[in-house]
Nanobody, 125 residues
């Protein structure tokens, strides 16, 4: 499974970006796909995730600002980010699990086996 994240860039505070994560190879539409981010000097943190049947969850700090969605026909997961803040600046990674887990476990970074290279998001103040 290969994952390609795209859509990052430089945006002013309050602006929006939409990230895309395109999957190829031996993909499964049943497994969860998540977005994580890592800022310089910080640990990788959970952003949002969506299961194969569309159940989704976001980190508390992103509730109401970030929305994750999925188009199975395109093997693509999107992260719509609105009202961006300078503290959202990070490299954003998409990742996929290798089997179906209970939906309560889709926030766990250690349960994601496949990772893309990441896309840089920079929010200026």
């Amino acid at each position: 499974v290969q994952l390609q994240a795209s859509g990052g860039g430089l945006v002013q505070a309050g602006g929006s970006l939409r990230l895309s994560c395109a999957a190829s190879g031996r993909t499964s539409s049943a497994v969860a796909v998540g977005w994580f981010r890592q800022a310089p000097g910080k640990e990788r943190e959970f952003v949002a995730a969506i299961t194969g049947i569309g159940r989704n969850t976001q980190a508390n700090s992103m509730q109401g600002r970030f929305t994750i969605s999925r188009v199975h026909a395109k093997n693509t997961v999107y992260l719509q980010m609105n009202s961006l803040k300078p503290e959202d600046t990070a490299v954003y990674y998409c990742a996929a699990q290798d089997r179906v887990y209970p939906s309560g476990l889709i926030r766990r970074v250690d349960l994601y086996r496949y990772w893309g290279l990441g896309t840089q998001v920079t929010v200026s103040s």
